[in-house]
């Protein structure tokens, strides 16, 4: 990473789709140099509710403005449909630029629409959320929902760049601010390193260098990316058995808990790395959360087993001494019995 007063410039190397990830207050200033050469219009897609102060001045393009949805039912293919017709309606041609302003949500839709318009046009993202920072703006996966699955439709579709505008987070709502902190616990665990201490920014900039590593090693997920998935297999089933009453960061706290748990109960770590977990989670990211109640823990195991990271069984990415690893075919036993321990070290 390159650190220039306030901003820290962090390169994700993909060859001649490099591009930076620029980290600080401010941050959104830098968009005008991510644009590519050529772009005469920018659709800036964004939601209600995002300041106005967080869209990035561009002197000199034809800006456009295109508000999605709040919440997962905004997250279709309707809504790519509605925003490819508003790109139409304002000329967008293959050489202009689509510029997602926002959280997750924003990021994975802008950036699909993009993917999907004239076959491809740039896009360029500025965070706003915590867990945009850390994760979803980085990295190229862009996608909705349908009816069967979450992020079941989509693309790999890296973007020109990505601003984390940190002065989007003094204004961040609670809750939203401790999914980013959910989020950003398992990059303690695939890092092995303790960057608890550190600024805000320095740990969104640690967290994103991360990120980038991975994602130059192993653009598509086909191996090393997958660690990425830490806590997911049992978030993405709490999520969906709460009817996403339960956010996406709370939902990853809580299954990075579970996979030291069952981790522990395979034999590959000890109970000192267990409470490792807590501390990290509970202490260090200040989250209290607790498992829902009223979870049937069958469903929850079914709703495991159809993860769409699962290989040919449940699949999780699970601790050991040498770091973490993808585990498929890990026994039900097992998971119930972790599942147990773990509610009763809750109560
Ligand atoms: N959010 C996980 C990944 O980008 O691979």
Not at 245 to 261: N, R, S, T
Not at 327 to 337: F, S
Request: aromatic share 6%; proline share 3%.
């Amino acid at each position: 990473m390159v650190v220039m007063g306030d901003m820290i410039d962090v390169p994700v190397e993909l060859g001649d789709r490099s591009y930076l990830v620029a980290v600080g207050h401010g941050a959104r200033s830098r968009v005008a140099s991510m644009l590519p050469s050529g772009a005469k219009r920018v659709a800036i897609v964004t939601q209600e509710g995002i300041p106005s102060e967080y869209l990035p001045h561009l002197d000199g393009y034809a800006v456009t403005h295109h508000i999605i949805g709040n919440g997962e039912a905004h997250k279709s293919l309707s809504t790519i449909e509605k925003l490819c017709s508003e790109f139409a309606q304002a000329g967008l041609t293959r050489a202009d630029v689509v510029v997602g302003v926002g959280g997750g949500m924003v990021t994975d839709v802008a950036g699909f629409a993009a993917a999907s318009y004239h076959r491809g046009i740039a896009v360029v993202h500025v965070a706003t959320t915590l867990l945009a920072m850390i994760d979803a703006a980085i990295g190229g996966k862009t996608g909705v929902n349908i009816a069967e699955g979450k992020n079941l439709v989509g693309a790999f579709w890296q973007p020109h760049g990505v601003a984390c505008e940190m002065d989007a987070l003094a204004t961040l709502p609670e809750r939203e601010m401790r999914c980013g902190l959910g989020e950003m616990a398992k990059y303690h665990f695939i890092a092995r390193e303790d960057f608890t201490a550190l600024p805000l920014v320095d740990r969104v900039a640690r967290c994103a260098e991360i990120k980038a590593n991975i994602v130059s090693a192993d653009e598509r997920e086909g191996g090393v990316r997958a660690l990425l998935n830490y806590g997911h297999t049992l978030a993405h089933a709490i999520e969906i058995e709460t009817n996403f009453a339960m956010a996406h960061g709370e939902a990853v706290a809580i299954g990075l808990l579970y996979a030291a748990h069952l981790a522990h109960v395979m034999g590959r770590i000890d109970s000192a790395r267990v409470d490792e977990h807590y501390r990290v989670v509970n202490e260090v990211y200040g989250s209290d959360l607790v498992m829902p109640a009223g979870l049937d823990e069958s469903r929850l195991i079914a709703a495991m087993g159809r993860d769409k990271k699962a290989l040919e069984s449940i699949t999780f990415v699970l601790d050991s001494v040498n770091g973490l690893e993808v585990v498929p075919g890990v026994l039900e036993a097992d998971i119930r019995t972790a599942l147990t321990a773990f509610s009763q070290r809750l109560s």
